[in-house]
């Protein structure tokens, strides 16, 4: 991928640069390293970084949706020795059948999806971080919320890999009042000449 658009990029956003493909329809590849191969080194990089931002914030569980949250979720679970829940997609779920259900269209593939955590993972005690690869506009993070909320537990924080910056997912969350730290946050990305601009991170504390 073309050149590099600032010089202050953190280790996500240079990753990105190189190895990232965009394909049409505003979506960003990056299969070498995390939805597809995952790539160890980079994973554990994300999960220090979001612990040393999410400094000082309780946390009990980290939950994720499937498939490619669960990479980063084990490992976040893993520095903080918590346990990890993923919710499932399915076509059709049924609420009374023991599960929290929720809503979520698919930015990927376009379709509604149904997801759900069976109620016994899901408790009114959880200070729950949500973990998930990407933030587009925001359908499976409100999911995730809407689960937690539905058991009575809290959301303390929501860590992301790459968020798409020009799409509404993280101004409305944190609108909403949400603790959200995206680990490279993309202002504008071009599909014909494969150019990527970040938004420039706010120095470490
Ligand atoms: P949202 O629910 O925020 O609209 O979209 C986030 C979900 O869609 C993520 O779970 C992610 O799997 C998928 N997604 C959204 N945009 C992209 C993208 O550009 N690339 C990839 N690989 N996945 C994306």
């Known amino acids: 991928m073309a050149n590099k658009t600032i010089n202050t990029m953190n280790f996500l956003e240079e990753k990105i640069q190189t190895d ?65 829940v993923f919710a499932k997609k399915s076509e059709t ?14 930015f990927t593939h376009k379709k509604m999806n149904q997801v759900f955590v069976s109620r ?5 005690t959880d200070k729950v971080i949500i973990v998930d690869d990407f933030l587009a506009d925001g359908q499976a993070v409100h999911a995730l919320i809407d689960l937690v909320h539905q058991a009575g537990g809290e959301v ?27 680990i490279a946050i993309i202002d504008s990305m071009d599909y014909e000449t494969q150019t990527i601009q970040f938004r420039k991170s706010a120095p470490r504390r």
């Open 20 to 84: 990232g493909v965009i394909k049409e329809g505003n979506i960003l590849k990056i299969d070498n390293f995390l939805n597809h191969q995952i790539d160890i080194d980079i994973i554990r990089q994300i999960a220090y970084e979001l612990k040393r931002r999410f400094k000082g914030i309780e946390v009990n569980k980290i939950l994720t949706i499937e498939a490619s949250g669960i990479a980063i979720a084990t490992m976040l679970g893993d520095v903080y020795d918590v346990p990890v």
């Open 93 to 106: 779920a049924n609420s009374t059948d023991n599960k929290y259900v929720a809503q979520a269209y698919s």
């Open 120 to 124: 016994p993972y899901l408790h009114a």
């Open 156 to 182: 303390t924080g929501i860590g992301i890999a790459v968020e798409k910056g020009q799409q509404k997912g993280g101004s409305t969350l944190r609108e909403e009042g949400y603790r959200l730290e995206s």
